[in-house]
C-alpha cells in the first residue's frame, strides 16, 4: 500500500460537535483527495487539494471544510456534525498524472 | 462535468467463467480509466488501468479493453475464483487532469 494514513480509523460524535480527521502522506505527492462512500452512491469526491494551501470543492461539499498547511497533511472538518455525515471517508493522493492510491478509510458516526 | 455509468450493479458466475463489467463516460476528453477492487471493510484496490491511446490491456487474469469512440471501457476477469468475490469500480479522469469520478460499483460473487 502507498504511503497513507489516516487518523482516526473509527469515530462516534454527537450531533452538532465539530470533528476533524487527518490523512497523512509519505509519498510527496501534489494531489489529495477527501470521499466519502455510502452504500448506493460509490465514492464522491468532497473536496481535493492541488498543492500547500490550495484547495478546492468537490461534487459534496457542504457542510465540510478543509486545510493543507504541509505537502503531507490534509485535514478534513465538519464544523458542527449533522447523522448525514455519517459515512466511511477515503482520503487520496496522487501524483501528477498517475495513479490514485487510497487510505485505510476512517467509519464516522453521528448520533 | 464528467459522468460515469457501471453496469451491472450486481454479478454472480460460477468458479471458472469469466466476468464483464462495463463503464460509460461523457466527457471525450477523460484520458484515464483505472479499475479499483474493494473487499468488504477494505480501502479501494488499484487493480489495472488503461490510458486512452491504448484499446486493450491485459495482466494475467485481467483485462480491460476501451473503446473512445463509444465512450465506454470493460473489465473482464477470466477463469474467476471466489477471492474475486468484492465490488469494482471503474473511475474516469476528467478533462482537468487530477479529478477522478467514480462509477457506482458492482458487487461480484464468485459461487464454488
Not at chain 1, 460509490?42 to 461534487?59: C, P
Not at chain 2, 463489467?21 to 476528453?29: G, M, N
Not at chain 2, 491504448?54 to 473482464?76: C, M, Y
Request: contains cysteine; hydrophobic residues 25%; glycine residues 8%.
Amino acid at each position: 500500500d502507498a504511503g497513507i494514513t489516516q487518523s482516526p480509523r473509527h469515530k462516534v460524535t454527537e450531533t452538532g460537535t465539530p470533528v476533524t480527521l487527518r490523512c497523512h502522506q509519505t509519498e510527496n505527492h501534489r494531489y489529495m483527495y477527501w470521499y466519502r462512500q455510502d452504500p448506493g452512491h460509490g465514492l464522491r469526491l468532497i473536496h481535493y487539494s492541488y498543492g500547500v494551501k490550495d484547495t478546492d470543492k468537490g461534487e459534496v461539499s457542504d457542510g465540510y471544510s478543509v486545510s493543507r498547511s504541509k505537502t503531507e497533511d490534509f485535514l478534513l472538518t465538519l464544523e458542527s456534525a449533522t447523522s448525514s455525515q455519517t459515512s466511511v471517508y477515503f482520503c487520496a493522493i496522487s501524483g501528477q498524472g498517475r495513479e490514485q492510491y487510497f487510505g485505510p478509510g476512517t467509519r464516522l458516526t453521528v448520533t | 462535468g464528467e459522468n460515469v455509468e457501471q453496469h451491472p450493479s450486481t454479478l454472480s458466475v460460477q468458479e471458472g467463467d469469466s466476468a464483464v463489467i462495463k463503464c460509460t463516460y461523457s466527457d471525450s476528453a477523460s484520458n484515464y480509466f483505472p479499475w479499483y477492487k474493494q473487499e468488504l471493510g477494505k480501502r479501494p484496490q488499484l487493480i489495472i488501468d488503461i490510458r486512452s491511446n491504448v484499446g486493450e490491456k491485459k495482466d494475467q487474469r485481467i483485462a480491460v479493453t476501451l473503446n473512445k469512440t463509444a465512450k465506454h471501457f470493460s473489465l473482464h476477469i477470466t477463469e474467476t475464483q471466489p477471492e474475486d468475490s468484492a465490488v469494482y469500480f471503474c473511475a474516469a479522469r476528467d478533462n482537468y487532469g487530477q479529478n477522478f469520478v467514480f462509477g457506482p460499483g458492482t458487487r461480484l460473487s464468485v459461487l464454488p
